[in-house]
């Protein structure tokens, strides 16, 4: 597939050391829903991954009852760099934090949740036992709800990744996060290929794929391509695609904001190669518009 992206398109980004452009702007968190989810979440003593990866569109998704779950506890055994979930020696598992997500997503009443984690590489199955569970006990109190699990890189153990896929739930998704270029500087603990045989496997266990992966790191419009290429050859069906944000000093800086003019051209790009669903824009994320996914 050959395509050309123009100047005008590309002229458009701004450089990552200036403000935030005005396409970046969000609301603060407010209203009643919101403050219903942060009660909820507060009393189950769960984790978000909304709050633990300060994402832009925790106002909008909480004023609309919904959240990210993130299991497995809130600290990290990877050190991304550009990741604000904390990193370190995590605790032991709590094996009564399934049942503690399951209730909270039946006294929500969500149509359609999302469950992420940390990753647990101290973990024989990286944690997987646990993620099985918390997908049987959320359709045994809420059957009418469907699920997204957006799992961390299992490291080749493939007989971890087949206990997600074996509960089957409607979409795995596993992130891509950059380009091949910057792996080793944006996932240093990960790699490019390894994550793609993962979506592929997920895809051949006749599991929904879906992946995600961030622009403003210094990627150039071939290497994007490149990206979506590979995915789709590897039997992704849902592709998201945002601008990546510095969450620290500590993190990677900006290297330049993305215009919403180019996140609709890669949207066109990813429909054209035969994604089912592609959501792409400045403060999309991984789960922003899950339902839509289906």
């Known amino acids: 597939m050959s395509v050309v992206v123009t100047t005008d398109l590309t002229s458009k980004n701004l450089p990552g050391n200036g403000p935030r452009p005005k396409w970046l702007r969000v609301k603060l968190p407010y209203g009643k829903n919101y403050t219903e989810v942060r009660s909820i979440i507060d009393n189950n003593n769960l984790h978000t991954v909304c709050e633990s990866a300060r994402c832009p569109n925790m106002g909008e998704c909480w004023g609309a009852g919904t959240a990210t779950f993130m299991i497995l506890g809130n600290t990290c055994t990877r050190s991304?760099?550009?990741?604000?979930?904390?990193?370190?020696?995590?605790?032991?598992?709590?094996?009564?934090?399934?049942?503690?997500?399951?209730?909270?997503?039946?006294?929500?009443?969500?149509?359609?949740?999302?469950?992420?984690?940390?990753?647990?590489?101290?973990?024989?199955?990286?944690?997987?036992?646990?993620?099985?569970?918390?997908?049987?006990?959320?359709r045994k109190h809420s059957p009418e709800t469907t699920l997204e699990t957006l799992i961390p890189d299992v490291k080749a153990n493939w007989d971890s990744l087949e206990l997600i896929t074996k509960v089957n739930p409607e979409i795995v998704s596993h992130n891509m996060e950059t380009v091949k270029r910057l792996y080793r500087r944006v996932r240093p603990q990960a790699k490019y290929d390894r994550s793609l045989e993962q979506i592929q496997r997920t895809k051949d266990a006749g599991c929904r794929t879906k992946s995600g992966?961030?622009?403003?790191?210094?990627?150039?419009?071939?290497?994007?391509?490149?990206?979506?290429?590979?995915?789709?050859?590897h039997g992704c069906d849902v592709l998201t695609i945002g601008q990546y944000l510095q969450p620290t000093k500590m993190h990677l800086p900006v290297h330049e904001f993305i215009h919403p003019d180019l996140f609709n051209h890669y949207k066109e790009v990813g429909l054209e190669m035969g994604f089912s669903y592609v959501e792409s824009g400045p403060l999309v994320r991984s789960s922003y518009h899950s339902e839509r996914h289906l």
Request: glycine letters at 6%.
């Open 80 to 138: 991304c760099s550009f990741c604000a979930v904390a990193t370190g020696k995590p605790d032991s598992l709590d094996i009564m934090e399934p049942y503690r997500v399951a209730k909270a997503i039946k006294k929500m009443g969500v149509k359609h949740a999302v469950i992420t984690s940390v990753n647990r590489d101290e973990q024989k199955d990286r944690g997987m036992n646990i993620w099985a569970e918390t997908v049987r006990l959320t």
């Open 213 to 233: 992966f961030m622009v403003g790191l210094g990627e150039t419009v071939e290497e994007v391509y490149e990206l979506m290429r590979d995915l789709n050859d």
